[in-house]
């Protein structure tokens, strides 16, 4: 792997991680449950990137099959949590 495609995606993974660990402080101290949903869906789309940069670090398309499901799971799960805030229930 070339050096500065590996140097890039090693400084994209930190960040990822930092703006992961970012998203659970808000999660953990948000003081409105709006804040929380927030932070929940910024940190499973920054886990989808995470988990792609592995994918291309890997070269694997293992991976990538992985984040598609994060991010379907994630989108179902943000959009339940948004439903029950606004109306109180999920299933009408």
Known sequence: MNLVLFWSIASAQVM????MACATFRILRGPRAQDRVV???SLYVNAMLLILTFGI???SPVYDEAALMIALLGFVG??????FLLRGEVIE
């Open 16 to 19: 990822l991680g930092l703006a």
């Open 39 to 41: 932070g929940f869906d």
């Open 57 to 59: 670090r890997s070269g």
């Open 78 to 83: 943000t959009v339940a949590l948004a439903k």
